[in-house]
């Protein structure tokens, strides 16, 4: 069982540089999530998805895109990488309204 | 909008002892709550849940009851393990805020010998 996979678990930039961040479930679930987690911090809401073709913004959206063009896909975007966006990015899924979400092992970015 | 207060940590326990972590929501309508674990270098994984008022969730020792007078959704387990040690969040998910997972947060939960 595969759940949510992300990829890569790794990844060092240069200020400036652009990279996507991949997203895929194979849960077949609408609702599809990005978070970010700094250094003993909580998860703050970036961008999610309630369906192919449908996203927003969630509470720290600047300096990030999204796109959801299928179900099971939802690759996250940084266009120009700052320090301040060093953080573990976590992806997750859910079936619907009120139910449990999946995560996937996380993203380690740093900005340097 | 929606929002979700967590004591803050850390809380260091030894072993055996009784574990309680606070959790209080704002929320329109009718949410679900959830308390997530996350153990060292790992993601978020579900540890229990509670869909209406009332109600009370339970796994591996853990319980918590979603309390609709007090918007509170507090985490209890009676006698914790060095396995315990982890961070746990406090989350809740809602028609009314367009099923956004929102998150507390957290508090990391240390457990000595």
């Known amino acids: 069982n595969a759940g949510v996979t992300q990829t890569p678990k790794f990844r060092i930039l240069k200020i400036g540089q652009s990279m996507t961040l991949q997203c895929a479930q194979d849960?077949?679930?609408?609702?599809m999530y990005w978070y970010r987690q700094d250094p003993g911090m909580g998860l703050k809401l970036i961008y999610y998805?309630?369906?192919?073709?449908?996203?927003d913004k969630g509470e720290v959206p600047n300096g990030y895109n999204v796109s959801r063009s299928t179900t099971e896909d939802f690759p996250l975007r940084l266009e120009l990488a700052a320090p301040s966006q060093t953080s573990v990015y976590f992806c997750?899924?859910?079936?619907?309204?009120?139910?449990?979400?999946?995560f996937g092992q996380g993203t380690r970015l740093t900005v340097v | 909008g929606d929002s979700v207060t967590q004591m803050e940590g850390p809380v260091t326990l030894s072993e055996e002892a009784f574990l309680t972590i606070n959790c209080t929501y704002t929320a329109t309508g009718y949410p679900s709550l959830f308390w997530y674990v996350q153990y060292p270098g790992e993601g978020l994984q579900l540890l229990l849940k509670?869909?209406?008022?009332?109600d009370k969730g339970s796994n591996k020792g853990f319980e918590a009851t979603y309390r609709k007078e007090t918007t509170s959704f507090h985490l209890e387990k009676g006698s914790v393990q060095v396995s315990d040690s982890a961070v746990y969040f406090c989350?809740?998910?809602?028609?009314?805020?367009?099923?956004?997972?929102?998150f507390g947060g957290g508090t990391r939960v240390l457990v000595k010998p």
């Open positions: 997750a899924s859910s079936s619907g309204v009120n139910t449990e979400a999946f």
């Open positions: 998805s309630v369906g192919a073709g449908i996203t």
């Open positions: 509670a869909t209406k008022a009332d």
């Open positions: 849960m077949n679930h609408n609702y």
């Open positions: 989350a809740l998910s809602g028609a009314a805020a367009g099923n956004k997972l929102t």
